[in-house]
Nanobody, 114 residues
């Protein structure tokens, strides 16, 4: 059974940093990409960043220059370094892995106070 577990969320002041981690356990074959989504209260879940198996990355415009995604397909880990955090970054952050099937983590809360 595949399980994704996020960690690293918390409460931080505006301008601060957090590093999210996502660890995958179980058999995941042919990882095509790994990514991070977030969902703020009353809003739709949005894709924040994605990294392909080849290392290409994409970011939503609102986090470009502030967030960095990295991953290790062998270790089945994906990370999100978040710098210069803003109150509008407050959300539950979810990791997702695209393989032969799609897998989601349970989410970790990030709260940025002004």
């Amino acid at each position: 059974q595949v399980q994704l577990v996020e960690s690293g969320g918390g409460v931080v002041q505006a301008g601060g940093s957090l590093r999210l981690s996502c660890a995958a356990s179980g058999s995941i074959f042919s990882i095509n990409a790994m990514g991070w989504y977030r969902q703020a209260p009353g809003k739709q879940r949005e894709l924040v960043a994605v990294i392909t198996g080849g290392g290409a990355t994409r970011y939503v415009d609102s986090v470009k220059g502030r967030f960095t995604i990295s991953g290790d397909n062998v270790k089945k880990m994906v990370y999100l370094q978040m710098n210069s955090l803003k109150p509008e970054d407050t959300a539950v952050y979810y990791c997702r892995v695209w393989g032969m099937n799609d897998y989601w983590g349970q989410g970790t809360q990030v709260t940025v106070s002004s």
